[in-house]
């Protein structure tokens, strides 16, 4: 039951309300005629409402006793008084009455005064119970989260410390305070070129100040003369002030000034180098016309003088004779087919050449225009597949190369089997392979990767002749067209050559 104080200074008024109040269900907790005794009344037990007149006697009024009550108890008070002057009404507003009623009033009125107040007392003290609530469970998150920075920004490797926008200390790290040299908490609301007086005028000095006036984030590599280290700074400006994070980079710079120096050394010594390799690709250059003029020259001698003993004296030199003049042609012939293929290996490792789009099909067809009568005596079968890709390359080189493989598919076969070579080309992602398979010797696992390098041979001149360079010519020039190449084969089965080259890039609209 709901308990009602009653302030009445006038005992028949005071009992006519105890009345009126008991019928409409209400309990009197007391009826007091003065302000002191309310007050009291309040704090010794209190009701659920006070019910207050504004006159009372006393040193207290109503207006001031309702005030004494609103400070230590959230008791709702209602006025019912004779007075509506504005001065009582506005010292009446200090105290926030729930219900100021003038007198005389109605029971009912009275009761719905009441039942208005108990019910906005309820859902305000509702209302604050939530609030408190929730500021206490706010309050408790950012506490976590202010625990959670604070761990992050004490145990992260950089220095870390915030400025105010009066360049105060509001937060030092331990990394921080082992930099200056003193505890984070005694620089807390110290003023930052006082403590460091010989950083103004530092590097570190305008960029923080331009961040602040700016309140754009910089970041700042610099040298500090007064501790001899180099600094890395990310400063972060708020109207609050600055947030900045900094570490020790002096090694990091000596090592890039190690580096530099050793940068500048390897550098000299590249220049040294190259002069000394062009000076040696002048000398190659000479020694090739040399070989090419010089040496041939006299090889091209022996072997027309041979030709001419033979035919105006061949008839007197006999058998034996003959076969002298023989040998010395075909070593001549040799010597300088070995000099040319060794020009072409060294020109071809040498020489600047053009990359672009080359059709393969084009250049299997010079090749066998090169070797038309080497296909014509040996009576070769070549079969070529009617669409060959195209690929990244040099066109001369490339003719080469394929010439080379057909030469050979040609040339090492079993004797009396006539040659049979196939030509296709396989695409695998973004690069080319270009086959060359035939139904010769073979060749056994072990050699495969031997016979790509200079002289390397597998068989006697007489059974197979050569120089033992035409395959070599095959992988430099692959190499250098940015590509590679490669055999299968078994001995008695045959071979398969190939060279890998890069695919022009797709012209088609995306």
Request: charged letters at 25%; glycine letters at 6%.
């Amino acid at each position: 039951m709901t308990s009602i104080l009653i302030v009445e200074d006038g005992p028949l008024m005071a009992e006519a309300l105890k009345l009126q109040l008991i019928d409409c269900g209400y309990q009197i907790a007391a009826l007091v005629s003065n302000g002191e005794e309310a007050v009291k009344q309040t704090q010794a037990s209190p009701p659920d409402l006070v019910l207050m007149d504004i006159v009372l006697p006393g040193k207290m009024d109503g207006i001031e006793a309702a005030n004494k009550i609103r400070e230590s108890c959230d008791i709702p008070v209602l006025y019912l008084t004779a007075y509506a002057d504005d001065a009582f009404f506005q010292r009446a507003q200090v105290t926030e009455p729930y219900a100021y009623l003038l007198k005389p009033s109605s029971p009912r009125e009275i009761q719905l005064a009441i039942e208005i107040a108990l019910y906005r007392h309820k859902t305000e003290r509702t209302a604050r119970t939530k609030l408190e609530k929730a500021v206490t469970k706010r309050t408790a998150e950012l506490e976590q989260a202010q625990r959670r920075i604070t761990s992050i920004l004490e145990n992260i490797s950089d220095a870390f410390v915030s400025l105010d926008a009066d360049w105060h200390y509001t937060y030092v790290n331990a990394k921080a305070g082992e930099f200056f040299g003193h505890k984070p908490e005694t620089l807390i609301g110290k003023h930052i070129w006082t403590e460091f007086p010989e950083g103004v005028g530092q590097p570190f000095y305008h960029a923080y100040h331009k961040a602040m006036a700016e309140q754009t984030p910089i970041e700042l590599e610099a040298y500090y003369p007064p501790w001899e280290r180099w600094f890395e700074n990310r400063i972060y400006p708020s109207k609050e002030g600055l947030s900045i994070f900094f570490h020790d980079i002096t090694e990091r710079k000596k090592t890039a000034l190690e580096l530099a120096t050793y940068r500048d050394h390897l550098e000299k010594m590249v220049e040294v180098r190259t002069a000394d390799l062009e000076a040696t690709n002048r000398e190659l250059e000479a020694f090739s016309y040399s070989v090419s003029h010089d040496l041939r020259a006299p090889l091209r001698a022996m072997q027309g003088f041979a030709q001419a003993l033979e035919e105006d004296y061949g008839a007197k030199l006999g058998s034996t004779g003959l076969d002298y003049i023989q040998r010395i042609v075909t070593s001549a012939q040799r010597m300088d087919t070995l000099i040319q293929d060794l020009l072409a290996y060294s020109q071809l490792a040498r020489a600047d050449i053009e990359i672009k789009p080359v059709s393969l099909t084009g250049a299997v067809m010079e090749a066998l225009d090169q070797l038309d009568v080497e296909i014509k005596q040996s009576g070769a079968q070549i079969t070529v597949a009617p669409s060959l890709s195209e690929v990244i390359g040099h066109a001369p080189t490339l003719a080469q190369i394929i010439s080379n493989l057909l030469g050979n598919a040609i040339k090492f076969v079993p004797s009396g089997t006539r040659p049979s070579v196939e030509v296709w080309t396989e695409e695998r992602g973004e690069r080319v392979r270009l086959w060359v398979a035939d139904n010769g010797i073979g060749i056994s696992p072990e050699h495969q990767k031997r016979i790509f390098r200079v002289f390397e041979r597998l068989h006697g001149v007489e059974t197979y002749p050569g120089t033992g360079i035409g395959l070599a010519i095959v992988r430099k020039g692959a190499e250098r067209m940015g590509g590679e190449a490669g055999v299968e084969a078994m001995v008695g089965k045959g071979s398969r050559f190939w060279v890998e080259l890069g695919k022009p890039p797709s012209t088609e609209n995306p």
